[in-house]
């Protein structure tokens, strides 16, 4: 059955849109855990664009269910994992100019710098994990690699315009779990899945965790809006009304 990871990245990236202390992404963690999310994902980019390294640090220690790391394959990021040993690392191509992780990593062309990081991240005890495209030769790579793990990059899947694409990115995305989980890969999916788009992807047997981060924080800003608005005018009202007595 698949479980829910909440990415949290968003959260950090409203922070740091003022470098001030709130929105805190810990806090952000313990109400994802509290609201039934199976584990925390935070990426830890090279720029510190949002999750600085603080938060990783904090939250080593206080998720409660599952840390996933994703991060790129390089040797300042392996060290920082290698102190910090989050359950679990998603190693992830990373690009300065991107809005967010546009494609799969192609293992096949960094196949000795990936291998090396599997092999280290492993032996200081996380599980590691490739996010690919559903693609066998990706797979087949990331097993040559001695990744445990693979998420499938489920973006074609959410960007399909029509019911036809829609319906060949979903098989696409089946027989890649297949052969992820045939090979001895656990089968993680992951990005652009929203409200609507995620109940064919959960459904696909093999699927372990789904990632998913824009659209459960871009909701939780317009669900809470109305109670922060309310405790807002409450506070100014009362102190109005103090003001006048
Ligand atoms: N999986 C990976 C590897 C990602 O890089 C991201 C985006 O940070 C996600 C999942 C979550 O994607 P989204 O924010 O679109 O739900």
């Known amino acids: 059955m698949a479980r829910l ?68 394959a390089t040797d300042e990021m392996v060290d920082i994992a290698r102190r910090l040993v989050p359950d679990q690392v998603t190693l992830v191509p990373e690009k300065r100019e991107e809005l967010t992780t546009e494609g799969g990593l192609d293992v096949g062309a960094r196949r000795d710098a990936i291998a090396r990081a599997c ?5 200081a005890g996380s599980v590691v994990s490739l996010f690919i495209d559903p693609d066998d030769a990706q797979i087949d790579a990331a097993v040559d690699c001695g990744a445990a793990a693979v998420e499938f990059h489920t973006g074609r899947y959410a ?15 089946e027989s890649a779990v297949r ?22 992807v959960a459904a696909i047997e093999g699927v372990d965790d789904l990632n998913i981060g ?17 405790e807002m005018a409450d506070l100014i009202d009362r102190a109005s009304r103090s003001a006048l007595s």
């Open 119 to 123: 092999a280290s991240l492993a032996e």
């Open 214 to 230: 824009h659209s459960i924080v871009s909701r939780a800003v317009l669900v809470g809006m109305e109670r922060a608005v309310r």
């Open 5 to 72: 990871q909440v990415n949290i990245d968003h959260v950090a990236t409203v922070r740091q849109a003022r470098r001030a202390v709130e929105p805190d992404p810990v806090h952000a963690a313990v109400l994802a855990e509290l609201g039934g999310a199976t584990g925390i994902t935070v990426h830890l980019r090279e720029d510190r664009r949002h999750v600085v390294d603080r938060d990783v640090e904090i939250l080593r220690r206080t998720v409660r269910t599952r840390l996933n790391l994703e991060m790129a």
């Open 159 to 173: 960007d399909a315009t029509s019911d036809e694409a829609r319906r060949t990115e979903l098989a696409a995305l």
């Open 179 to 200: 052969r992820a989980v045939t090979r001895g890969l656990v089968a993680h999916a992951g990005h652009g899945l929203t409200y609507w788009n995620v109940r064919p």
